[in-house]
T-cell receptor, first 113, second 114 residues
Framework: KQEVTQIPAALSVPEGENLVLNCSFT??????LQWFRQDPGKGLTSLLL?????REQTSGRLNASLDKSSGRSTLYIAASQPGDSATYLC????????????FGKGTKLTVNP | DAGITQSPRYKITETGRQVTLMCHQT?????MFWYRQDLGHGLRLIYY???????DKGEVPDGYVVSRSKTENFPLTLESATRSQTSVYFC?????????????FGSGTQLSVL
């Protein structure tokens, strides 16, 4: 059974710092991996999607990498801002179906001004 | 306003009562999903639907019923609520089955069963 782990569960950093969030998964036979952001009291917003054949995806200050063989993905946030404070979740897809998405429990990020 | 909306935003009920959570999307997405989010478990899929009148079970379907008579609506019913069903419920939609397309989430319904 695919398991997705995100460590640490919470992270607090000063504004301006570059940071890395980690995601690991037990079964490397994934179709793709997504990173989501969840603000308090809100739903999830998709940030980046990496296909299994890709190594990384970038959007603005966000860069997500994928190493299938080691079962790891990282989300790099450059020059963090207080507005980046949220919970970040990764999810892996097996065999391409959205009904097969397996979510991690998330890392709660706090960026202090 | 376009998007995916859930109602009610908050709901308190008692054990044994029937509760229906509503989900409405304006994109005409084929696929819709219901998740619950609990501390210590993360997001878990309850039910999903590929189209009107087509539904299937997810990871934790027991105690829940869904229907989809119209593409835009996907209500979730707790037939006889239990305390273990206290959770935050999220509805999501996608234009296709494949995760190559983004999944769009509603803002959630926080349900408390007393």
């Amino acid at each position: 059974k695919q398991e997705v782990t995100q460590i640490p569960a919470a992270l607090s950093v000063p504004e301006g710092e570059n940071l890395v969030l980690n995601c690991s998964f037990t079964d490397s036979a994934i179709y793709n991996l997504q990173w989501f952001r969840q603000d308090p009291g809100k739903g999830l917003t998709s940030l980046l999607l990496i296909q299994s054949s890709q190594r990384e995806q970038t959007s603005g200050r966000l860069n997500a990498s994928l190493d299938k063989s080691s079962g790891r993905s990282t989300l790099y946030i450059a020059a963090s801002q207080p507005g980046d404070s949220a919970t970040y979740l990764c999810a892996v897809s097996l065999r391409g179906g959205s009904e097969k998405l397996v979510f991690g429990k998330g890392t709660k990020l706090t960026v202090n001004p | 306003d376009a998007g995916i909306t859930q109602s009610p935003r908050y709901k308190i009920t008692e054990t044994g009562r029937q509760v229906t959570l509503m989900c409405h999307q304006t994109w005409s997405h084929s696929y819709m999903f219901w998740y619950r989010q609990d501390l210590g478990h993360g997001l878990r899929l309850i039910y999903y639907s590929a189209a009107a009148d087509i539904t299937d079970k997810g990871e934790v379907p027991d105690g829940y019923v869904v229907s989809r008579s119209k593409t835009e609506n996907f209500p979730l019913t707790l037939e006889s609520a239990t305390r273990s069903q206290t959770s935050v419920y999220f509805c999501a939609s996608s234009s296709t089955r494949t995760t190559n397309e983004k999944l769009f989430f509603g803002s959630g319904t926080q349900l408390s069963v007393l």
